[in-house]
């Protein structure tokens, strides 16, 4: 009988057991149902309307008066716009805003107007940079070429002389060189006055462009002695340091820049172009030969667009030199930068909004750069169509993008915004930082875009 017993009592507990696991197991499948659903819905509302990254643009309308659509309209809008090739008319009034942008921006010294923000209330830092005032000389004698105005011309000659200030010895090089210098007072940054490579090469770039607009504007002298400094920070194999720094005695090791070379080689196809030296040619490609070497049998190349744009201004001269890099090797290298500049477009977008941002994040500028060396790589590319046509489809997907995110009315009309949007808080991207610098206007954004739709109407033309 108590044997009997026990057996019954454990009968009993085995059975209770099963009933709290039964139902420990029911409690956590619940638990993850819920979970699975939670993230579902985080993830829907990502892509939602209403949840959309809120455009900037759009904003700025509203400041002025105009009445927003709503997310699905301004979806629909997106869509047809992205699915129709850019109009002559349509770039054409894009670059008059762009250029009148800077023109106003250019003040009686010359010096640009650097930074605005499309929130008033947002504190612009002072600081000024000369490689983008440089920059922007180049793009503006671009539009003075592509729509000849006086206003414009007069904006490039005070550009050019203010720039002018900045041209001083370099002295403990031991020749006779000019350089232009960065100076912590203008700059707004802390450190020592130095030389910056691109400083110089873009510094040239400008200086020509306006020469042809007015013929010694900067002694000849000054142009061949920037250019001796451009080939004095040149090493043996191609390759350049990126600053002149007085206190290690001159160039330095320490730091190495991915667009210098690119836009040092340029200023000295152009200076070839202005006196015929064909010692500024053989430098130049001699850079651009490094280049094309040191990327060759890297998995992906950096989107160097100024590489690109000083390739295309060299490729017409490889008959003036005997020692030029191969059209092959020129080939590769150019079609390397072109697949990491297409990367980001061949994914995809999950939101229209982002529809030809070449970063996937709404930022303007390197969809700007990228589209600035494409388009100079479409100059001179003889790959097979299919190819073409793929660089094709994201410029003009990427022209799209820009044309949208360029502030058409108000106070700033012809800006160029650093993102399209500023992200919400359900996004992955979403940063406080971004958000908050979404709205800055900077020269350089508004002249890359401004050279970008300039290049690519001439694009258009050729075709």
């Known amino acids: 009988m108590q044997r009997q017993t026990h057996d019954s009592d454990d009968t009993v507990r085995k059975q209770g057991f099963r009933r709290w696991a039964g139902t420990t197991i029911l409690v956590l499948m619940i638990v993850l149902c819920l979970g699975t659903l939670a993230w579902f819905n985080h993830t829907a509302n990502q892509t939602s309307a ?42 054409d009034e894009a670059i008059g805003l762009a250029t009148r942008y800077l023109v106003r921006s250019c003040q009686a010294n010359g010096r640009f ?26 793009a503006l004698a671009m539009a003075h070429k592509h729509q000849p105005n006086e206003e414009t011309r007069d904006a490039i000659l005070r550009a050019s002389r203010y720039l002018q200030n900045y041209i001083e010895p370099v002295e403990q090089s031991g020749h006779d060189l000019l350089a232009i210098w960065s100076d912590p007072a203008l700059t707004g940054t802390p450190g020592e ?78 200076l070839y172009e202005y006196d015929g030296d064909t010692t500024w040619l053989e430098s130049a490609a001699r850079a651009i030969g490094y280049l094309a070497r040191s990327r060759r049998d890297r998995i992906s190349s950096p989107p160097d667009h100024w590489a690109l744009l000083a390739t295309a201004r060299l490729v017409p001269h490889l008959d003036k030199l005997t020692d030029a890099p191969s059209e092959n090797a020129l080939s590769r290298h150019t079609i390397a930068v072109c697949k990491t500049m297409t990367a980001k477009a061949e994914e995809g977008y999950y939101d229209p909004v982002l529809t030809g941002c070449l970063t996937g994040d709404g930022r303007t500028t390197p969809t700007a750069t990228r589209l600035e060396g494409m388009l100079a790589a479409r100059t001179y590319m003889s790959e097979p169509d299919e190819w073409c046509n793929r660089i094709d489809h994201c410029i003009e997907q990427g022209i799209n993008f820009l044309l949208r995110a360029q502030v058409h009315s108000g106070q700033f009309e012809g800006g160029m915004p650093r993102a399209i949007a500023t992200w919400h808080t359900g996004y992955s991207e979403y940063d406080k930082k971004f958000n908050h610098r979404a709205g800055e206007i900077r020269v350089d954004y508004v002249q890359h875009a401004l050279s970008a739709m300039i290049a690519h109407r001439d694009h258009t033309t050729l075709r």
């Open 50 to 91: 209403p949840n959309r990254p809120k455009n900037m643009v759009q904003d700025e309308g509203a400041q002025n008066g105009a009445t927003g659509d709503s997310s699905a309209a301004m979806e629909t809008d997106i869509e047809e716009a992205n699915s129709i090739a850019v109009s002559p008319p349509s770039l």
């Open 113 to 138: 107007v650097y930074e605005n923000h499309l929130d008033p209330q947002t504190k612009i830092h002072p600081q000024y940079n000369l490689l983008r005032h440089a920059g922007t000389i180049y």
């Open 193 to 270: 006055r130095q030389v910056k490579l691109g400083g110089v090469g873009l510094g040239l770039i400008a200086l020509l462009s306006a020469e042809r607009l007015e013929p010694g504007l900067t002694p000849r002298d000054d142009l061949v002695q920037l250019g001796k400094f451009v080939q004095y920070m040149q090493k043996d194999d191609g390759s350049f340091y990126s600053k002149y720094l007085p206190s290690e005695g001159g160039p330095s090791e320490n730091w190495v820049s991915l667009y210098y070379p690119g836009e040092a080689a340029l200023g000295l196809v152009m």
